[in-house]
């Protein structure tokens, strides 16, 4: 499989797909467990556990090599630096930061607050917060990303049960439904921006693009399976199954489902954002080069 998880094409053969990258980045640090709550615990500080800063960085390198398969793709571009600065700065996590942050702490219960911060601040919180953030810059390198999607593969075909392992937990935290959902949100997002923009050699209505994206979903469905199980087994390996299972517990807990509920709404809320303004900044080039 390759680095480039485009969506199902559409009508203009490019110009009209959004990644589902934005919606698969939905995904990072959600691995907690429960433990005794503090007395005292405060949102800002679980994002600070969560190490978010480092996450948003290893993002805007991410939007990075989308934005290069962006110019090569539709933009018949393959080397051009304007266009990397601008999907660059949209992506940028002094601008996407605030958001998230507003979001999150919208969305997360004073109630749940204590558990969380205790675990992540633990030995084995930290440990897993530092294991899925450098599993996840390892995977900007395309072949790192590859193997570990083949390595998955090949455990599922092995029968390995600590892939069954990691898919308890993924089902415990209903991971894939919800990236699947925000990758389809940031997709429709996406197309909406390109057709205001006059980015689209056609006129699209708000039922086409609704069609176009619900046609997209087995495909995203299958591209964010196959991403988020190689991603899982990669940064989880080194853990025991004890460990394991201890963090399926807390992925099936009314603080664990409120953690991810949480994150989710602030990734929806940056990436169909994002996804929005690169729809915009596309459809401007594309109107450029006919000019």
């Not at 991971?175 to 057709?195: K, P, Q, S, T």
Request: negative net charge.
């Amino acid at each position: 499989m390759t680095r480039r998880f485009f969506p199902a094409k559409t009508r203009s053969e490019g110009a009209s797909r959004a990644a589902w990258r934005h919606g698969r980045l939905l995904l990072s640090l959600l691995i907690c467990l429960l433990g005794a709550a503090p007395l005292r615990a405060d949102p800002a500080r679980i994002l600070d556990l969560l190490r978010i800063e480092p996450l948003f960085e290893i993002l805007q390198r991410e939007s990075l090599i989308y934005g290069d398969d962006l110019a090569a793709e539709i933009l018949d571009s393959a080397e051009d630096p304007r266009w990397r600065a601008e999907v660059g700065a949209l992506h940028a996590p002094e601008r996407l930061l605030p958001p998230f942050r507003a979001e999150f702490t919208a969305h997360l219960p004073q109630a749940s607050q204590g558990a969380i911060e205790d675990w992540l601040s633990s030995d084995l919180g930290h440990k897993i917060v530092n294991l899925e953030l450098s599993a996840r810059e390892a995977m900007l390198e395309a072949d790192v990303e590859d193997a570990a999607i083949a390595r998955a593969e090949a455990a599922d075909a092995a029968g390995d049960p600590r892939l069954g392992a990691v898919r308890a937990l993924i089902a415990a935290g209903d991971l894939i439904e919800a990236n699947v959902v925000g990758a389809m949100n940031a997709n429709l997002a996406f197309y909406r921006a390109m057709a205001e923009g006059g980015g689209f050699p056609y006129e699209l209505t708000e039922a086409d693009m609704i069609f176009e994206v619900a046609a997209q979903e087995p495909e995203i469905r299958a591209d964010v399976g196959a991403w988020i199980e190689g991603y899982m087994f990669l940064a989880l390996g080194p853990l025991s199954e004890a460990e394991l299972a201890q963090a399926t517990d807390f992925f099936a807990s009314a603080p664990g489902r409120a953690l991810i509920a949480a994150q989710f709404a602030g990734f929806d809320r940056v990436y169909v954002q994002s996804s929005a303004e690169l729809g915009a900044a596309l459809a401007r080039r594309l109107r450029g080069q006919k000019l």
